[in-house]
């Protein structure tokens, strides 16, 4: 499908991406501060994809915080300048993962945290659940 269809400009998008590595540049070079306008075009699209992991409002919003620091402090490590923003959605979208799977960490108990190794520990004993003395069949 061409791009044009799509309602993206190629024009738009080239100058986008070299606005975008002239960011990088000038960020990388000591201007910190010029960090809000390189990530502001990608702000909603980053709670967007961290929502649609979390379905939770202040989770996503807490996880694109959280991703936004990430991608300041990893900028240096960004290879290919002109892929900012898959780059930045990546970091977003494995932060919101992370966030939910050390949120269903309490959902689950080790067994072994039900054992231990002091013999002092009352012993195990199984629980009956069920009296299977009277079966219908033994019956019958």
């Not at 390189?38 to 409002?57: D, K, M």
């Not at 990546?90 to 108990?109: G, P, W």
């Not at 072994?112 to 003395?133: G, L, T």
Request: glycine residues 2%.
């Amino acid at each position: 499908m061409p791009d044009e269809l799509l309602g993206v400009n190629p024009m738009q998008e080239n100058e986008r991406s070299s606005s975008e590595i002239l960011l990088i540049e000038k960020m990388l070079g000591g201007e910190k501060e010029i960090f809000h306008e390189l990530i502001r075009p990608y702000e909603r699209g980053a709670f967007v994809v961290a929502y649609s992991i979390l379905r939770n409002q202040d989770d996503a919003e807490e996880v694109v915080q959280q991703s936004m620091l990430k991608i300041f402090t990893h900028l240096a490590e960004l290879a290919e300048r002109d892929r900012f923003k898959q780059w930045a959605l990546r970091i977003v979208e494995n932060e919101a993962k992370m966030y939910r799977r050390k949120r269903r960490q309490h959902l689950c108990q080790s067994l072994d945290d039900n054992f231990s190794d002091d013999a002092d520990e009352k012993s195990f004993r199984p629980r009956q659940f069920a009296d299977w003395r009277d079966l219908p069949a033994d019956i019958v």
